[in-house]
């Protein structure tokens, strides 16, 4: 079966946690077709620390937000690898550097950030999904995968974990299970009445089936 594209649908990894405050993985957005692309939106937030009563780092966090929301990645970085070294084992600061690198279009020192965050902190859902990313922007589709059903292992109701199996699932021609992929995170998005998510899955799901029966309308 050839794969086509599947130009409309592509979703950025974005996840809550929780009550937690939204926490932003890189702005990213994987299609359904071709090489995984580095799409540009708008500069978002990158999460606060929640917990943490450390002056210090929640003033760093804040001026790795500010620059940021500027556009200012290279700044962001800089501020991010000062926390870093200020506290080592501080697997946020890693998983948050890894997405101002992928950003900046440096997947190999992204990958060493998101390991690093998940050695610190191994039950980290978001850094193995966001690790799955990268791979996928190298067409490393076996290795995206093996790290989407880690952060599903987690997380089972991680939606957008699901729904990026179910696209690297795609890609390798699998199709039955990419389906059953995106289904699932239909009813996840469904119970979480995240209704934008919801129209974009089922969206999504159309165009897989138009494209294999382009009888279905």
Do not use: C
């Not at 946690?17 to 939106?41: F, W």
């Not at 997380?155 to 289904?183: F, I, P």
């Amino acid at each position: 079966m050839k794969i086509l594209p599947i130009s409309s649908m592509i979703l950025s990894l974005i996840a809550a946690i929780g009550g937690s405050p939204l926490v932003l993985a890189v702005p990213t957005k994987v299609a359904l077709y071709g090489n995984t692309q580095i799409a540009e939106k708008q500069p978002q937030q990158l999460a606060q620390l929640s917990g943490e009563g450390d002056s210090e780092r929640s003033q760093l966090v804040q001026q790795a937000n500010a620059l940021y929301n500027q556009g200012d990645l290279t700044g962001a970085e800089k501020i991010l690898r000062r926390l870093i070294k200020k506290y080592p084992e501080d697997a946020f600061g890693h998983f948050q550097l890894g997405n101002v690198l992928l950003r900046q279009k440096q997947p190999e020192p992204a990958i060493t950030s998101y390991q690093e965050a998940i050695r610190l902190k191994p039950k980290y859902a978001l850094a193995y999904n966001a690790l799955g990313v990268v791979y996928a922007t190298q067409d490393r589709w076996d290795d995206a995968i093996s790290q989407y059903r880690k952060a599903l292992e987690i997380n089972a109701n991680y939606g957008e974990a699901m729904t990026n199996l179910g696209q690297a699932l795609w890609q390798l021609n699998k199709k039955d299970e990419a389906v059953a992929s995106l289904e699932k995170a239909l009813n996840i998005f469904k119970t979480q009445s995240r209704n934008d998510k919801v129209y974009q899955i089922q969206q999504m799901l159309k165009q897989i089936r138009t494209a294999d029966d382009p009888s279905v309308s």
